[in-house]
T-cell receptor, first 111, second 110 residues
C-alpha cells in the first residue's frame, strides 16, 4: 500500500527545476506532500483532494491525477532552501483517515 | 502556540524495559498519528486515532500499544523494548486536510 516515489534522489544547481512523482497501485482519496530537513520534523506543504487538482505556493506546485493514481510535485527555479527529503503521503478511500508515506526523494540544491 | 509536543526528546532503554511516549496537541485536532522513521527511510505508520477513545493499527503495530483517553493526548507504549525498535518516533495531528508533526523522540534500545 506504500506509494512509490521517483526519483529516489535528485541533485540540482540553484535555479534549476525538478519534478518528483508519487504513484499508488490503489485508488487514492488524497495526496499530501511534506518536506523534511535533516534532523527535523516533516513540514506540511500541501494536500490535493480531487482528481486533476493542482495547487501551488511560491515556486512549488503539485498536480493530482486521480485516474492514473499519481501525483507530481514541481519545484521551479529551485532555491538552496528547497533542499531536503520530500515525502508524499496518500489516503485511500474517503473514510481511510490514515496517511501512508512513500520512502522519500532526497533533493540536494547546490550553488 | 505549542502545536504538537512530544516527550521525551531522547531516551535510551535496555532490552525488555517498558516506556511510554507522550504526544500532546493544542489545536483541537481529531486525528493523531504515531510514525517511526529509521535512518534514510520514510515514515511508517504505527497506530493512529480518529478521535478521543479510538485507536487503530497502522502498517507496523507489533510491539506497540496506544491510548487516546483525552482528545489532546496520544500515548505510545512499548511493553518490552527490543533493539529493532531503535528509531526516531514522530507524532502528528491533523484534521484530514493537513498534519502537523512534533519534533520527534530519538529512542535507542540497547
Amino acid at each position: 500500500q506504500q506509494p512509490v516515489q521517483s526519483p529516489q534522489a535528485v541533485i540540482l544547481r540553484e535555479g534549476e527545476d525538478a519534478v518528483i512523482n508519487c504513484s499508488s497501485s490503489k485508488a487514492l482519496y488524497s495526496v499530501h506532500w511534506y518536506r523534511q530537513k535533516h534532523g527535523e520534523a516533516p513540514i506540511f506543504l500541501m494536500i490535493l483532494l480531487k482528481g486533476g487538482e493542482q495547487k501551488g505556493h511560491d515556486k512549488i506546485s503539485a498536480s493530482f491525477n486521480e485516474k492514473k493514481q499519481q501525483s507530481s510535485l514541481y519545484l521551479t527555479a529551485s532555491q538552496l532552501s528547497y533542499s531536503g527529503t520530500y515525502f508524499c503521503g496518500t489516503e485511500m478511500g474517503s473514510s481511510a483517515s490514515k496517511i501512508i508515506f512513500g520512502s522519500g526523494t532526497r533533493l540536494s540544491i547546490r550553488p | 502556540n505549542a502545536g504538537v509536543t512530544q516527550t521525551p526528546k531522547f531516551r535510551v532503554l535496555k532490552t525488555g524495559q517498558s516506556m511510554t511516549l507522550l504526544c500532546a496537541q493544542d489545536m483541537n485536532h481529531e486525528y493523531m498519528y504515531w510514525y517511526r522513521q529509521d535512518p534514510g527511510m520514510g515514515l511508517r505508520l504505527i497506530h493512529y486515532s480518529v478521535g478521543e477513545g479510538t485507536t487503530a493499527k497502522g502498517e507496523v503495530p507489533d510491539g506497540y500499544n496506544v491510548s487516546r483517553l483525552k482528545k489532546q493526548n496520544f500515548l505510545l507504549g512499548l511493553e518490552s523494548a527490543a533493539p529493532s525498535q531503535t528509531s526516531v518516533y514522530f507524532c502528528a495531528s491533523g484534521q484530514l486536510i493537513d498534519a502537523f508533526f512534533g519534533q520527534g523522540t530519538r529512542l535507542t534500545v540497547v
